[in-house]
Nanobody
Framework: QVHLEESEGGSVQAGGSLRLSCPAS??????????LGWFRQPTGEERQGLAI????????DYVDSVKGRFTISRDKVNNTLNLHMTNLRSEDTAVYYC????????????????????WGQGTQVTVSS
């Protein structure tokens, strides 16, 4: 199990930017074989995978709705997963979660909630138009 904790989200106006971070406590030497991800869940909707990063080769993947606007990255020194969000829209309003899982292979790191075993507690992001 990996301990994850998202930074505080916030409220921004449409078109604005926000950065979320998730300091992660990775046990031992497992950091280079983890699938890391950001998800969100709007009120009354299912959890959606936004972006993933496989630590073995730093491959990333994004859902179409955030491509070109959101960037997932990691700070290897501080063991932190980041999500930089730009050009935010009202439809980006949701509770955002960071997550981690052990998949072993890059191709198995996918934006599916069932691939992840460890989750943060979630943080609210509200975008007003």
């Amino acid at each position: 199990q990996v301990h994850l904790e998202e930074s505080e989200g916030g409220s921004v106006q449409a078109g604005g930017s926000l950065r979320l971070s998730c300091p992660a406590s990775f046990p031992g030497d497992t950091y280079d074989s983890n699938c890391l991800g950001w998800f969100r869940q709007p009120t009354g909707e299912e959890r959606q995978g936004l972006a993933i990063l496989f630590t073995g080769d730093d491959r990333t993947d994004y859902v179409d709705s955030v491509k070109g606007r959101f960037t997932i990255s990691r700070d290897k020194v501080n063991n932190t997963l980041n999500l930089h969000m730009t050009n935010l829209r009202s439809e980006d309003t949701a509770v955002y979660y960071c997550a981690a899982g052990r998949v072993g292979r890059s191709a198995h790191c996918q934006r599916k909630p069932e691939r992840f075993l460890s989750w943060g507690q979630g943080t609210q992001v509200t975008v007003s138009s």
